[in-house]
């Protein structure tokens, strides 16, 4: 005898090898074939719960995704100022103005502001027909900070104080036309009481950041629409950070420029990486949630593996019996059982992943978002079915390891 | 574990397959003493059988014979270290088997024994090599060598066509036969048959009487061979009854 088979023998050595595994993979595969049937009906428990996993956690994962995307369009180089001082108080010190902006844009972490503020007008289109828009006050910072781009004329300019221009947004463009409007440069609009000279028109691509619909909005020189309001307080600035300036470092300096510049002023400083980062705690939260409902299903999936692994116990007794006279020990028989569940398992996981993988890509397709292969969700979900193979298989195969052979070979 | 009776006196080997068990000398292959079997349930106990003494040496051709009820196969279980008598001893070559555990008895039967029995026992997923093989399955031993093994069994019991035929495929001799193939292929010690011809036509029993005989004779295979059959049971060299739980010679 060789010296690994003493071993092995005397149960020095696991009974397993690389061999051995494929033998009771083999054998396995025989004793699931032989009885297909519930083979297959055990298989659908783990299939559903393995699908369930992948296409929850990548689903999951994909809508993160999108959106993460949607906030970095907002620019995550981009941060908002607003103002969240106590309103009641009749007399307040200090409002969110023009020279804060100024100020601010001169810090150390910002590289630009763009103040803005907004109220709603009416624009004429023609006798009675006019349509209620937005009137957007800005600076020339607003172009660059969102990256506006023009179909036609130019941006709102330093240099036009408070002249009455306007560029308009592509929708309103678009009402213009339809109500027999060429929304061209040069045309004067009749909006919220004043006129107006359209100088630029932007492109239907243009948007900017928060509530500013700037496709709906009539955008004017800051100073015309705070003159129109009939305030100085602005609705919020919007700043680009210098390059790779972490937002906490630039809140934390623009927090200490109000309370030095303006005590009683109380600003908000909002973030896209802000909301990305809070997103992502809700988001690891909800994937939380997601395992546990689909690790329901796989327990419900795993019972169904350890009744069709008693039953195959109970039906295979005489197996047992004869295997047993044969020289099996215990721990072989139990092994054998393990391997036919952790075989159902893993091709239960392998059925699961694909239909999981296919459900992602339909729900992906129908949604509209950018499909992505987990491949943590595929591994999971996979690793999980081994387990539950294990786990769920362990006690009909303790079962079939403890039977007497005497027992089992006088039954039949 | 101590390995039972292999230490010291193991035949020397090629490979892992050709490993088996052999008694120490000039002990006999197997020694009952003063055993004793019986069964309780609730307040009753029944006695099996009491104070059998009974020794096999090597190369015996022994038949025990018995009325239906008489305990045969109980004896045959525990002679094949399926059940423990419930008083006496057993040596199989010279070693007391009543402190082995579980493990140590399995790989005894594995490498000591060969069981033969009335309703074949063969897996019915495997064809009639595999279900040879699977004794040296249980040594940790594969591949080829374990295949040509088993075939090469399969030939010497007259199977050579049906290797790969399923038992569902062979009759009830050929099953037999692939089972005594089973029983002989890791060169056990002894080989227990339990009514090896119960299922048998007259004229198939003849012939599985006929290859034990040769067995016997030539390979001298140690055979003990329970049965009701008197004309199965005069084919054995040595006659033994088992009557009111006693064994008689």
């Known amino acids: 005898m060789n010296a690994r088979a003493e071993l092995i023998s005397q149960g020095a050595l696991p009974f397993l090898s690389g061999s051995m595994l494929m033998a009771h993979a083999k054998e396995a595969v025989k004793g699931l074939v032989s009885n297909l049937q519930r083979s297959v009906l055990a298989l659908a428990g783990i299939v559903i719960g393995i699908a369930s996993v992948i296409a929850l956690l990548t689903v999951g994962n994909i809508a993160r995704n999108e959106a993460i995307k949607q906030f970095e369009a907002l620019g995550t180089d981009l941060v908002s100022v607003f103002d969240v001082s106590d309103r009641s108080q009749e007399e307040r010190p200090h409002v969110l103005d023009i020279n804060h902006a100024t100020a601010l844009a001169n810090l150390s972490t910002i590289q630009a502001a763009s103040p803005y503020a907004y109220d709603s007008a009416e624009l004429v289109l023609g006798g009675d027909n006019y349509q209620s828009f937005r009137r957007v006050g800005v600076n020339e910072a607003f172009a660059n900070i969102h990256e506006m781009s023009l179909l036609d004329g130019r941006f709102i300019s330093p240099f036009d104080g408070r002249r009455p221009f306007a560029v308009i947004g592509s929708e309103v463009a678009d009402e213009m036309r339809s109500a027999g409007t060429m929304p061209t440069v040069g045309t004067n609009i009749r909006f919220g009481g004043s006129i107006y000279t359209i100088v630029g028109v932007l492109d239907h691509r243009a948007s900017a950041t928060q509530d500013l619909r700037v496709e709906r909005a009539v955008l004017v020189p800051i100073q015309v629409a705070l003159r129109a309001l009939g305030t100085r307080e602005l609705t919020g600035v919007t700043l680009r950070l210098e390059p790779d300036v972490h937002y906490l470092t630039a809140t934390n300096e623009i927090q200490a420029y109000f309370q030095r510049a303006a005590p009683g002023l109380y600003v908000n400083v909002h973030s896209p990486v802000r909301l990305i980062e809070q997103m992502e705690k809700q988001m690891r939260l909800f994937a939380v949630l997601l395992g546990a409902v689909a690790g329901i299903a796989l327990v419900v999936g795993g019972f169904g593996i350890m009744n069709a692994m008693l039953a195959s116990v109970t039906e295979r007794r005489t197996e047992i019996g004869i295997r047993r006279a044969l020289g099996a020990r215990q721990r072989d028989i139990q092994i054998q059982f393990l391997a036919e569940s952790s075989v159902l398992c893993v091709l239960g996981g392998l059925i699961g992943a694909v239909i999981g993988i296919g459900a992602t890509l339909i729900i992906s397709a129908v949604v509209g978002w950018t499909w992505l292969f987990s491949v943590s969700a595929v591994v999971l979900g996979v690793a999980t079915a081994v387990v539950v193979g294990l786990a769920f298989g362990y006690f009909p195969a303790r079962q079939a390891a403890r039977l007497d052979p005497i027992t089992a070979l006088r039954d039949s | ?249």
Request: some cysteine; overall charge negative.
């Open chain 2, 1 to 249: 574990m101590k390995w039972p009776g292999i230490k010291g006196n193991r035949a020397s080997s090629k490979g892992s397959t050709q490993d088996h068990w052999l008694p120490e000398a000039d002990q006999p292959i197997l020694k009952l003493s003063g055993v004793s079997k019986h069964f309780t349930v609730g307040p009753v106990r029944t006695s099996i059988f009491h104070n059998i003494h009974l020794q096999v040496n090597a190369g015996d051709m022994v038949s025990i014979m018995g009325a239906s009820g008489s305990g045969k196969s109980t004896l045959m279980n525990i002679m094949g270290l399926l059940d423990r008598p419930s008083g006496g001893s057993i040596a199989l070559g010279g070693q007391n088997i009543a402190s082995m555990d579980d493990n140590a008895l399995s790989a005894l039967r594995n490498r000591g024994l060969g069981f033969v029995f009335q309703s074949f026992f063969l897996l019915p997923r495997l064809c009639a090599w595999e279900n040879v093989a699977l004794p040296l399955a249980y040594r940790g031993a594969h591949g080829v060598e374990v295949r040509e093994q088993a075939e090469d069994m399969l030939s010497k019991v007259g199977l050579a066509e049906r290797l790969a035929h399923r038992p569902t495929e062979l009759s009830g001799g050929q099953q037999q036969r692939v089972a005594i193939a089973r029983a002989l292929v890791g060169s056990p010690a002894l080989l227990l048959a339990d009514e090896p011809t119960g299922a048998l036509d007259a004229e198939t029993s003849r012939e599985i009487m006929d290859l034990f005989e040769r067995l016997n004779s030539d390979e001298k295979a140690t055979l003990v061979l329970i049965t009701h059959d008197y004309a199965i049971a005069r084919r054995c060299e040595r006659h033994l009854r088992l009557v009111d739980g006693e064994i008689e010679e």
